[in-house]
């Protein structure tokens, strides 16, 4: 009888291990999931940070150019064709009527002078107009720019306009061999926004 008892005693525990069993395996299969889960969701937030990240290095190149050309081009509200490198291409364009082909010949000196000012006064901040209008365009193309402007007074707006935070940003996250000419770009853009009295980033 004892035996009896004993065996099926032994027989219940297996049973309840078998349950036990059962069910920590569910959990280690649900636990896995929830590690799967969050490897991938913190992989979409990785990727989403490096397009961010990548997208702003772009965006401080095309500021640049931006305030460059609206600068020489004083007036003008759409730049669509224009490049820093073909300003002096546009220079003759823009001064020319497209029907008689007469020059405004005031018109011209006075986008001449306007270009080779703000020329002069980048140049002795150590920008170089044979290197760093292409080296704006790549980096452009390479990293594009900002999707959405956000909303005022938000912590993107703000840090968008934060010198010390683009700063970092570039040295945290642009390749080695780019990193000096992109301080160099930004070193540039926050003079032009402090001479003009406009936010680093203007949006269009």
């Excluded at 078998?18 to 990785?46: C, P, W």
């Excluded at 986008?111 to 209008?133: F, S, V």
């Excluded at 005022?152 to 945290?172: C, E, G, M």
């Excluded at 770009?185 to 680093?200: F, I, N, Q, R, Y």
Aim: aromatic share 8%; hydrophobic share 35%; proline share 4%.
């Amino acid at each position: 009888m004892d035996l009896e008892k004993t065996f099926d005693a032994l027989l219940s525990t297996n049973e309840e291990l078998r349950e036990e069993n059962g069910h920590l395996r569910s959990l280690l299969s649900l636990f896995k999931e929830h590690i799967d889960l969050t490897a991938r969701m913190q992989s979409v937030r990785n990727n989403a940070h490096e397009e961010f990240t990548d997208r702003l290095l772009g965006e401080i190149a095309y500021q640049l150019d931006g305030r460059i050309l609206s600068h020489v081009f004083q007036g003008h509200k759409r730049f669509y064709g224009f490049t820093v490198l073909n300003i002096p291409d546009k220079i003759i364009e823009v001064s020319t009527h497209p029907l008689s082909g007469q020059v405004d010949e005031g018109y011209r000196l006075h986008l001449t002078q306007r270009y080779a000012h703000i020329m002069e006064q980048l140049k002795r901040l150590g920008y170089k107009t044979t290197l760093h209008p292409p080296f704006t365009e790549f980096i452009v193309n390479t990293y594009g720019i900002l999707k959405e402007r956000p909303t005022d007074n938000s912590p993107q707006a703000i840090d968008y306009n934060n010198p010390d935070f683009l700063r970092n940003t570039i040295v945290k996250t642009a390749p080695g061999k780019l990193q000096k000419d992109l301080l160099l770009v930004l070193t540039c853009l926050c003079s032009m926004a402090e001479k003009d009295g406009k936010p680093l980033v203007i949006w269009k």
